[in-house]
């Protein structure tokens, strides 16, 4: 009887040390090659940059590659319910679990609705958010691949939604890219060009409390919340020489406080009838937690009502995009058209330009990433850009 146990566990053993010693052997293939910056080269962690010799090196230290995929299919149930449930509880960071600058994509991997590595696919982040917030399955979609193309591995089909790598301790962008989707006059995070631009600031989200006090009784009302928008852009102009405020960042920026008020409030109505707390957004913003019994809103929060609130706050707030040529001195830019459709064009120039010379492998995989894009975009009247051929 033992003599078979013991020959089993020998072998699994043995199997073990061989697949240990395959792992150790890929790892070491970038120094053999002459690329030894290369080694440990995370897989979550964007190609851009390398050229087409170091693509084929990290190419074959990958465990795998299945390339683009397609979009997810939306949720079938977009009911109001309760999200912070006992399927989805609230754990405390790991050493190495990532997480960035957006509350919503934290507050989501903390719960347990993304992988609480904080490394993910699109299609978790798709509908991650559809299940957790019933942010609609087409702005999900668009949003998520504006990130995925600055950001992602379009090979591995992994990003992150931070800046830290879980096991090989290096640095990496992750969705933290600045000057592009991150960006300046965010409501709790300093601009890059005055501090830390990642983690959440206690100062700069005290204007939350300013704008609820002055306005909303001492709630986040709609027009509290474009008081805090005004805050935090006025502030900016004030103190960073280097005020970036163009698309998409201007866009996204405007989106994010309307998100606040759509998402944040448990069971939001359609309409986004009901004020937002300052506990609700401390437990997002700040503990990147589910307040206690929270409900997902009513119906999703999709293209044309993100439009039609984002717009409300940008006419409420009488925000322009520009930037700041030295402090105080914002220059509004008339080229920007501050529209999805512009927004669109704009991140399939930029991503043409990350990837001046791509290897063919590579160049298929962003191509077909476009084309999803512009599905993901769902508007047929923005036209249509392929940098990299049709
Ligand atoms: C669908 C995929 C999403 C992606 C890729 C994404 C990505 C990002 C990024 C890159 C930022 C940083 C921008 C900055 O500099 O402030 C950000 C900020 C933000 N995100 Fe998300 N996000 C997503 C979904 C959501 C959802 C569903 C919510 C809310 C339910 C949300 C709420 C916010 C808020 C409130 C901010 C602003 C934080 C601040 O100003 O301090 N996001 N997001
Ligand atoms: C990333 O790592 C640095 C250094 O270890 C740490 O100070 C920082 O808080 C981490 N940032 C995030 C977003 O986890
Ligand atoms: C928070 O932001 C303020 C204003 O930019 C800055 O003075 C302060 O040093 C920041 N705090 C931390 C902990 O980074
Ligand atoms: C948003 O919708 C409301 C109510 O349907 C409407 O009155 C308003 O004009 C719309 N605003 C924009 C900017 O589209
Ligand atoms: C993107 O690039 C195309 C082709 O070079 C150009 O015609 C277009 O104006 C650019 N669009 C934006 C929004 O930058």
Redesign the pocket.
């Known amino acids: 009887m033992i003599q078979p146990l013991t020959g089993c566990f020998l072998t699994s053993l043995f199997i073990k040390m061989k697949l240990q010693i395959l792992a150790t052997l890929v790892t070491l293939v970038p120094y053999a090659l002459g690329f030894p910056h290369l080694a440990n080269f995370p897989e979550h962690r964007s190609l851009a940059g390398l050229s087409p010799e170091e693509v084929q090196v990290v190419m074959g230290t990958f465990s795998s590659m299945p390339g683009p995929q397609p979009l997810p299919p939306p949720i079938d149930d977009t009911s109001e319910k309760l999200v912070n449930d006992v399927a989805h509880p609230f754990k405390a960071l790991r050493r190495g679990d990532i997480r960035g600058p957006c509350p919503g994509l934290n507050t989501l991997a903390s719960h347990g609705y993304l992988p609480r590595d904080g490394v993910v696919t699109p299609a978790q982040i798709i509908t991650a958010v559809q299940e957790g917030y019933n942010l609609g399955h087409q702005f999900a979609s668009f949003l998520c691949y504006t990130a995925f193309l600055t950001d992602g591995n379009h090979l591995t089909n992994l990003m992150t939604i931070g800046a830290n790598t879980t096991t090989h301790g290096q640095p990496t962008t992750g969705i933290n890219t600045h000057g592009h989707f991150e960006g300046d006059a965010s409501m709790s995070r300093d601009d890059a060009f005055l501090g830390n631009n990642i983690n959440f600031n206690e100062t700069l989200f005290d204007a939350f409390q300013v704008a609820a006090d002055a306005v909303g009784g001492g709630l986040l009302t709609l027009d509290a919340i474009v008081l805090n928008r005004q805050i935090r852009i006025k502030d900016s102009i004030a103190r960073n020489p280097q005020f970036a405020f163009e698309s998409p960042r201007f866009l996204g920026a405007i989106a994010e406080s309307a998100f606040i008020f759509a998402m944040f409030v448990s069971g939001q109505t359609v309409?986004n009838k009901k004020p937002l707390t300052i506990d609700a957004v401390r437990h997002f913003f700040d503990f990147h937690r589910l307040p206690h019994g929270f409900r997902r809103r009513q119906g999703p929060f999709d293209f044309?009502l993100v439009?039609?609130?984002t717009?409300?706050i940008v006419?409420m707030a009488g925000a322009k995009p520009g930037s700041n040529k030295g402090v105080n001195n914002y220059v509004v830019n008339t080229q920007d058209l501050a529209t999805f459709c512009y927004v669109y064009q704009k991140q399939v120039n930029f991503t043409a330009t990350l990837y001046p010379n791509p290897t063919p492998k590579l160049r298929d995989a962003i191509k077909q990433n476009l084309l999803t894009y512009y599905q993901a975009l769902g508007k047929p009247e923005c036209e249509q850009y392929f940098p990299f051929g049709r």
């Open positions: 309409d044309p439009e039609n609130l717009f409300s006419d």
